[in-house]
């Protein structure tokens, strides 16, 4: 092979490794193919200390910092491990309320779930949240992740981020909530498209249609899907 092809290929795989990084560095799954509002808060804020160990920005921004790191430990070109993917997923069981985001992406559907059916649903909700990133890892062309602002209203924070790809300038809103003294993601809302907002319109559309046991056994066999929107 001659310099000429193997500085190609290399550079090649060094874009690869590059789209998967800041793919994951966002943490993805942020929009689907279903248009939707951004997720209100449903409940009033708890009074709660806003003293905690790390503010929400810094979270955000060194949780993003961490899977940049893991993603990019990997061989150019190479499937992620599974050493790596559970290190990210460790990474997002401390950036995310998976409890809250499993509660708020049921909807209205929650409180009609006995007990057991809740705890059920919430490790299937966060696999199906791990698939979707890990699936869609490589592609977007994505160069650079910002960090622009951190605005706190009692127990509620937004951060806001910029992504800037190859074709064009995408806001990335990180929305968390305080809670026992712990600052935690609970949705991500990319170009004005709720993450939380898309699952529960597609969920509310099983259970009425079907049933809140076909969305369990959906959400088991890997149907229950969301695809990123073309074009983010």
């Known amino acids: 092979m001659s310099n000429q092809a193997m500085l190609a ?31 209100n808060p449903a409940s009033a804020p708890r009074s709660e200390s806003a003293t905690t160990e790390r503010r929400p920005i810094d979270l955000v921004r060194g949780s993003v910092t961490r899977v940049v790191a893991v993603v990019q430990s990997q061989p150019g070109g190479a499937t992620l491990s599974a050493p790596r993917r559970a ?8 950036l995310f309320d998976f409890d809250e985001m499993a509660r708020r992406a049921l909807g209205q559907h929650w409180k009609d779930r006995s007990p057991q059916e809740q705890a059920e649903f919430v490790p299937l909700f966060v696999n199906l949240l791990e698939r979707s990133y890990l699936t869609a890892v490589g592609s977007y062309p994505l160069s650079t992740i910002t960090f622009q602002s951190e605005n706190l209203s009692g127990a509620y924070a937004d951060v806001r981020s910029r992504i800037i790809s190859d074709r064009r300038e995408v806001p990335v809103e990180y929305r968390l ?31 009425r249609t079907s049933s809140f046991a076909q969305l369990l056994e959906r959400l088991r066999s890997r149907e229950a899907n969301v695809s990123p929107r073309p074009g983010l």
């Open 177 to 207: 909530l305080l809670s026992g003294g712990r600052w935690a993601v609970y949705d991500v809302v990319a170009d004005g498209v709720s993450l939380i907002s898309s699952y529960r319109s597609q969920f509310n559309s099983i259970i």
């Open 9 to 39: 290929r290399m550079a090649e795989a060094r874009a690869r490794l590059l789209r998967r990084s800041a793919l994951l560095a966002l943490v993805a799954v942020v929009s689907t193919a279903h248009p939707a509002a951004a997720d």
């Open 87 to 94: 290190q990210i997923r460790r990474i997002a069981e401390e």
